[in-house]
């Protein structure tokens, strides 16, 4: 045990990890590992609220750890594991649903969201009170976050403060971390909805292992407006200004340093700059990906899974 505050995060393996992803999630738990004492999870569970495959379902896990630990999450200072394996967090999130209003889970956007397109079951419906028990499960401080989770946080801090009030203080109030640019990166064949893994169009995203040729091409063909200035200005150029952050999270450099660059340069000179940044950023993650076997990952994952228990159970403990 270590007196360092926690943190706890998920991401869920259904499709291709992408850029958005990164910024939005991954790159703050990475970072977060300096300082912090770190728990991950692919969220299997979670993925299996809408319909899936389950033999694609089966590598799809083992691909989404396989990304992760690309990024840099790493198995010696982060205890990194699959939901499923710690059966502690259903257990914990029977218990939450025991004190959770159904009326606010009914209010979230994305279970009506994804309940329009894929049929209700409960499983979307209790799907917050899971990521409530994911987080409580460690009693951590922060969750590093996008913009999407936000309304979910805000139920696990509803649960912490009910639960609490009514049997003692047990569980920390957990903080959203997000970053201050990229938290909610966009589509790039649409800058009005956010870029998703389960988009039908893989166009629309970059995705974290894909050869360069391809981010190029997707980059160069993303969507913008007709005036031809490079400004950033979510109201009236929404699509460059998602290219702008994308790029100043790529190249660390600030915003306004790249308006002044290429301000007037053209949309072509520009988007050939952000692509260049784009894939020098994830060429280190996909070299990692392609070098790392997948017996490996899959012994890592068992390991850190026995360890997760123990830490689980020990909270559980206190929570009968
Ligand atoms: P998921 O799997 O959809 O996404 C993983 C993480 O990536 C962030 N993200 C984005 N950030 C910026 N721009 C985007 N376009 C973008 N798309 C996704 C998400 O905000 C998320 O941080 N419910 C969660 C998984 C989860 C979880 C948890 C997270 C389950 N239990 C406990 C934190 C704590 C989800 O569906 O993430």
């Known amino acids: 045990m270590s007196d360092r505050p926690r943190v706890f995060s998920g991401i869920q393996p259904s499709g291709d990890l992408h850029i958005g992803n990164l910024i939005g ?3 703050n738990w990475v970072k977060m590992q300096d ?3 770190t728990f991950y999870c692919v969220v299997d569970l979670h993925a299996m609220s809408v319909p899936y495959d389950p033999a694609e379902f089966e590598r799809s896990r083992l691909n989404t750890a396989k990304v992760v630990l690309a990024v840099g999450v790493d198995p010696k200072r982060s205890l990194f594991y699959l939901q499923s394996q710690v059966p502690q967090h259903a257990e914990l999130a029977w218990i939450l649903g025991t004190i959770a209003g159904i009326g606010q889970l009914e209010r979230m956007t994305q279970y009506k969201e994804k309940s329009d397109r894929s049929g209700q079951n409960l499983g979307l419906l209790s799907y917050p009170v899971l990521m409530a028990a994911d987080i409580l499960i460690h009693r951590v401080n922060a969750v590093p ?13 509803d649960l912490v403060v009910r639960f609490n009030g009514r049997f003692g203080e047990l569980f920390p109030l957990p903080e959203r971390i997000t970053p201050e640019l990229g938290a909610r990166v966009m589509s790039l064949q649409n800058p009005m909805v956010k870029m998703s893994k389960t988009d ?3 166009d629309s995203y970059i995705s974290l292992t894909e050869d360069p040729e391809s981010s190029r091409r997707k980059i160069m063909g993303a969507v913008t407006d ?3 200035k490079v400004r950033y200005d979510w109201d009236e150029k929404p699509g460059i200004s998602n290219l702008l952050e994308l790029m100043s999270f790529s190249s ?5 340093e790249l308006e002044s660059e ?3 340069a053209g949309y072509g000179p520009f988007k050939k700059a952000v692509a260049d940044a784009v894939v020098e950023r994830l060429a280190p993650i996909r070299g990692r990906f392609k070098r790392t076997e997948d017996a490996e990952v899959a012994r890592l994952m068992q390991k850190a899974a026995l360890d997760a228990r123990t830490r689980a159970e020990a909270t559980m403990r206190l929570v009968r």
């Open 200 to 202: 039908p169009d893989p």
């Open 25 to 27: 999630a991954l790159d």
């Open 145 to 157: 976050v996008g913009d999407d989770q936000t309304q979910h946080l805000e139920l696990t801090r």
């Open 226 to 228: 007709s005036d031809r």
């Open 35 to 37: 300082t912090y004492e």
């Open 252 to 256: 660390g450099r600030p915003i306004p």
């Open 262 to 264: 290429f301000g007037d």
